[in-house]
């Protein structure tokens, strides 16, 4: 493998994690916390291994991707580049003080910032693998 193969891995990674956060919240919705526990830690072990790979492959590359071409899909594309790129920055707080009141077994506080992290961190994931999608895939720059 190589540093070039990293986008590919970097969206797999993304999408494992979104696999995972569906299943937790899949989990938690019929009653089994276990599952739902051990879903959500694997979100957080593929989120990690993302940030890894995705700084390993910044640090390492001195390749700028632009989206150009098609310019009339330049604005929807650079929408979602900024809304995940935003999102991306105040999610990680906010999954560690989710995952800090459930460790602390603070159900109900866990529950009250659930809500809005798991949607937050599910675009974030879904959206991680669309810009790797239209990027390499769909429109490769």
Not at 28 to 53: D, E, K, Q, W, Y
Not at 130 to 139: K, N, P
């Amino acid at each position: 493998m190589t540093v070039s193969d990293l986008p590919a891995v970097n969206a797999c990674l993304n999408g494992l994690s979104a696999v995972f956060l569906g299943f937790g919240y899949r989990f938690i919705r019929r009653g089994r916390p276990v599952a739902h526990r051990n879903c959500m830690i694997a979100a957080v072990g593929t989120s990690v291994l993302f940030l890894v790979s995705y700084l390993t492959y910044h640090f390492n590359t001195e390749a700028v991707t632009r989206f150009k071409d098609p310019a009339w899909f330049r604005p929807i594309y650079l929408f979602i580049l900024l809304t995940h790129t935003v999102l991306a920055t105040a999610i990680v707080p906010m999954v560690l003080v989710t995952l800090y009141q459930a460790w602390r077994r603070r159900f109900d506080r866990h529950r009250a910032i659930a809500r809005w992290t798991w949607p937050l961190w599910m675009y974030v994931s879904v959206t991680g693998v669309l810009i790797y999608l239209l990027l390499y895939r769909i429109f490769p720059q």
